[in-house]
């Protein structure tokens, strides 16, 4: 008999229903962000800018769960045992990344959280899922955090700010096993800022072939073609 996907019950499919559920209801978020919002644009900042780590600490951001979805069958076709993800927040796609290293037989999913409170609710939200022991969700800058990690590098997710997405794909593709994925969200609501990331990964030379998905607002999926 076929196995059942953990994402589809038990504890990991109930934190996942109340993780998603509460960050539809987190719209409030960016009402509050509004007068800062407004007074950027005034001093000519761009949204980027605006939304700093601080000024977004209660705001969920996660992945859509038809994003989750496909981090997490990515994971089992590759058979992922190391996986590494800049931007944690609250923890949804860590733990459909989690869930598929776990059904996979085994790994580690690194994450990496700058704002300590909500680094703190994602150990949480990990152990209610049941996936506590496969996590290591690092507090601090990526920049640092991921100086060291496990390699071969089965799956990347880039979902942190968008400014660090080139210099963290430079940082990790030497620890890339071949065929490795690297997944990078909100290619369109960050177009400009993230232009020179997606030029790269579309550029074979870089050692990528990549395509846009249209799956919620840009999902870069790019395949490593290069050696170890
Ligand atoms: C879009 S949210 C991540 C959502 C998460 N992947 C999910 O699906 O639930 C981006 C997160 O990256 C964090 N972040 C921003 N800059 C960072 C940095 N330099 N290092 C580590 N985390 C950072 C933010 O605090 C924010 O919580």
Known sequence: MAEVPSIYQGPVRNTLDRLHAAAKRDVTQFFKLGPKLLAGFVR???????MTPEAMKGAYLPVSPEQGQLLYLTARALDARTVVEYGTSFGISTIYLAA????????VVIGTEIEPGKHATALANLEEAGLAEIVDIRLGDAQETLQQTPEPIDLV?????KELYLPLV??????LRPR???LGDNIFTFRKALRPYVEHMQDPQNGFASTTLKLSDGFE????????
């Open 180 to 182: 490795a994925v690297v």
């Open 157 to 161: 997710l880039m979902d942190g700010w």
């Open 44 to 50: 000519g900042k761009g949204l980027w800018e605006v």
């Open 221 to 228: 999926y790019s395949v490593y073609l290069g050696d170890r």
């Open 170 to 175: 430079k940082l990790l593709t030497p620890r």
């Open 100 to 107: 598929a290293v776990r059904d996979n037989g085994g790994g």
